[in-house]
């Protein structure tokens, strides 16, 4: 596609319900990320990709985040058990290549809101 | 730990001023230091600075990184007040390929 892509764009999930939230990244791109931005704050890295496989998840906050990439394109990063501490945007971000220097493109981010 | 400090948090200025946005880092094994747009959507891409002493321009704004002050500033001439947003600042290592680590980023207004 011409940009990354992300679904739901508003989500308001009541405590303790399970989310899923989409990314679908720029056509042909090997790297995958998911960051959290909690207002004010500057995105915080959550876990990596690279292709299917999920090289890094030292960001997820808990056992409750999981994320998937099963095919090497799409992704899914699901909530389990939503607390309040989790309402904040969820940005992925796709790249060319595997390697650093690549520029990293974002997509407009799933607003998460747990009431 | 990697880490990003950016200043000021916030600035307000006329249309037509001059600005500059500061970003201070501490990285283990620096790769790159990046700056994005952020308004409210998605982050997008300003600059990728990897070399010290190097001005990058693109129009009004333009970057330059010192990696022996482990500095890099965002200047931005002639405001207009499209430029209103949060300026991130992040930073690279050799570590995790591409992994950005944040500053808060300033947030900048532009009046009339």
């Known amino acids: 596609g011409a940009g990354v892509s992300q679904s739901p764009r508003y989500k308001v999930a009541k405590r303790g319900q399970d989310v899923a939230l989409r990314c679908d990244p720029i056509s042909g791109h090997v790297s995958l990320f998911w960051y959290q931005q909690a207002l004010g704050q500057g995105p915080e890295f959550l876990t990596y990709f690279q292709n299917e496989a999920q090289l890094d998840k030292s960001g997820l906050p808990s056992d409750r985040f999981f994320a998937e990439r099963p095919e090497g394109s799409v992704s899914t990063l699901k909530i389990q058990r939503t607390q309040q501490e989790d309402s904040a945007v969820y940005l992925c971000?796709?790249?060319?290549?595997?390697?650093?220097?690549?520029?990293?493109?974002f997509g407009e981010g799933s607003w998460l809101t747990v009431v | 730990e990697d880490k990003v400090v950016q200043s000021p948090l916030s600035l307000v200025v006329h249309e037509g001023d001059t600005v500059t946005l500061n970003c201070s880092y501490e990285?283990?094994?620096?790769?790159?230091l990046l700056w994005y747009k952020q308004e409210k959507k998605a982050p997008t891409f300003l600059f990728m600075l990897t070399s010290s002493g190097i001005e990058k321009k693109s129009g009004r704004l333009s970057s330059i990184l010192d990696k022996k002050e482990l500095f890099s500033i965002l200047n931005i001439t002639a405001t207009q007040t499209g430029d209103s947003a949060i300026y991130l600042c992040?930073?690279?290592?050799?570590?995790?390929?591409?992994?950005?680590?944040f500053g808060t980023g300033t947030r900048l207004q532009v009046t009339l």
């Open positions: 990285v283990t094994n620096f790769r790159s």
């Open positions: 992040a930073v690279t290592n050799t570590g995790t390929a591409s992994k950005l680590t």
């Open positions: 971000a796709s790249s060319l290549g595997s390697r650093g220097g690549n520029t990293i493109y």
